[in-house]
């Protein structure tokens, strides 16, 4: 990798994202798919060519996590994940504390899969559970059963896993607090070191729009639903989760993430303070020195496009910027990251989005914002931006201050989609 101080070297995350899946669950609309061994190989070769490429693009960092996404990783080939995991330790500067996570799902992964991984340096295991009742699991579409999920955590303590994420998800068709509560004591009961809860989020062109979509409108106005849980249901929910939660031990360090001392998940935080991360794969997302890069989505494309990766001069503006000097501006800045064939769109971050980005990334994680952090960044206070907007919230109650730090209230937290979207300038 060179010669660089690793004293002068900035910090990076990486993010991999393998595509594949088993099935495609009736919520998601993640970029995943079915595939034949033989073009998971192909996609495995055309990603390491482009951990290599940009592995020697990025000789300055040094990478402190690494987050193996999906699609299904799990589904992937034991040899075809050390492979890439060996190419990211080749080409790149690899911190050895780096957190490196990779998602599974049960049903997919086998014991010599686990123990592949930990030969990997995989540290980190997020299992894909969303639900312990076996009526909402046929719902989502999931493809394993709540045995199959016990069988799969037993086998990740086994093989020596002492950091492992739970999935979890709440609001879903017929559920009430009551019900989810059931799942949540059966995860607490497994001491897991991590458990994520998120919300169902009923996204266009899944199955789950063509059936809830009115409801979700509904629930979303406040009014009575027909399968959706009321948005008072909802709020039960989550008080009730962080209840149970806090109870057995659990932090909660973002809205949606609870963890024990010492295990919130570094790489995931790095996203929400605006870290330098770098995604390899299709359709994957980088944000480097304030440029936001996007891979194409098109299999065949990257599959092409990688044969010969190479930086390009297009006069194209990134999408909504309307200028086409963007891109001159992302090529003449962007040292490290040119731009290539394998993006779809680099456009450069103005100063006044940066500045709403750090404040509705930031205020999703139960510190919040750091007022001498956001004067470093922008070289200006953040009353003289946010005065207003912030003495209002703080009259409502959703905001606070504390030791130099901004941070929603629990009542801010449970209205926070409203609240962020305050911090839109």
């Not at 409801?215 to 039960?236: C, H, I, M, Y």
């Not at 031990?249 to 790095?270: D, L, M, T, V």
């Not at 890069?293 to 999408?319: C, F, G, M, W």
Request: hydrophobic letters at 35%; charged letters at 25%; one cysteine or more.
């Amino acid at each position: 990798m060179g010669s660089v101080d690793e004293r002068m070297k900035k910090e990076l995350e990486l993010y991999i994202h393998i595509p594949f899946c088993m099935k495609k669950c009736e919520y998601c609309d993640f970029l995943s798919f079915r595939a034949d061994e033989h073009t998971q190989h192909a996609y495995v070769e055309a990603l390491l060519r482009e951990i290599a490429y940009y592995g020697e693009k990025c000789r300055e960092y040094t990478v402190t996590s690494v987050y193996i996404g999906g699609g299904t990783p799990s589904w992937l080939d034991e040899e075809l994940m050390s492979g890439i995991m060996s190419a990211v330790r080749s080409h790149f500067s690899l911190s050895p504390e780096a957190e490196i996570s990779i998602e599974c799902n049960p049903g997919t992964v086998t014991d010599g899969k686990f123990a592949a991984y930990r030969r990997a340096g995989i540290n980190r295991i997020s299992i894909g559970l969303q639900s312990a009742d076996e009526r909402e699991l046929r719902l989502l579409g999931r493809i394993h059963t709540y045995g199959q999920f016990l069988k799969t955590y037993e086998l990740a303590r086994r093989n020596g896993f002492t950091n492992i994420n739970i999935d979890l998800m709440n609001s879903l068709p017929g559920q009430t607090a009551e019900s989810f509560s059931h799942t949540l004591r059966q995860i607490i009961r497994l001491k897991p070191e991590h458990i994520s809860v998120y919300s169902l989020i009923i996204e266009e062109g899944t199955p789950f729009y063509v059936r809830y979509q009115e409801d979700a409108k509904r629930q979303s106005a406040g009014e009575p639903t027909a399968a959706l849980p009321t948005e008072e249901e909802v709020l039960r929910t989550t008080r009730l989760t962080e209840e149970l939660l806090s109870d057995a031990g659990y932090e909660q360090y973002e809205i949606s993430n609870f963890a024990k001392p010492g295990y919130a998940c570094r790489h995931n935080i790095g996203y929400w303070q605006r870290a330098n991360y770098l995604g390899l794969g299709i359709g994957a997302a980088s944000l480097m020195e304030n440029i936001r890069y996007t891979n194409v989505s098109d299999l065949y494309k990257y599959l092409e496009k990688t044969v010969h990766i190479k930086e390009e001069l297009r006069q194209t503006a990134a999408p909504g910027s309307g200028d086409v000097a963007n891109q001159a501006a992302c090529r003449q800045s962007a040292q490290v990251i040119p731009m290539t064939n394998l993006h779809e769109t680099a456009e450069r971050i103005p100063r006044k989005a940066q500045m709403e980005e750090f404040m509705f990334l930031g205020l999703r994680m139960t510190d919040g914002v750091s007022r001498e952090r956001f004067a470093q960044n922008f070289g200006i206070e953040i009353e003289a931006v946010y005065q207003e907007v912030m003495q209002s919230l703080k009259e409502e109650g959703l905001l606070a201050k504390r030791a130099g730090q901004i941070f929603l209230t629990k009542r801010g937290q449970e209205v926070s989609n409203y609240v962020l979207a305050q911090f839109l300038l």
